[in-house]
């Protein structure tokens, strides 16, 4: 969800009401994310507005497709040519 609305993110209660969990849980989740670099938080006026941190994704996913595969490229080749159109 963050993803999709980058580069302005969203609130904690529009993000808490979409995903159906009450706010002191998805506190606790976000507060997890944040400390493993996945995402960013900004106060403004009342709101906390939740972001995600991209450059923190790409190092997970790029980690990822380079344990998975193992150093074998064609391994991965098929998700790679998915993920070319992004």
Excluded: W
């Amino acid at each position: 969800m963050l993803v999709r609305h980058e580069p302005d993110g969203r609130p904690a209660g529009e993000i808490a009401q979409a995903l159906g969990v009450p706010a002191n849980t998805l506190s606790s989740h976000l507060a997890v994310l944040a400390r493993a670099g996945l995402v960013t938080s900004e106060r403004r006026s009342r709101s906390i507005i939740y972001r995600a941190d991209l450059e923190g994704l790409r190092t997970v996913i790029l980690f990822l497709l380079k344990d998975c595969c193992g150093g074998r490229a064609d391994i991965c080749a098929p998700l790679l040519a998915e993920l070319a159109p992004c």
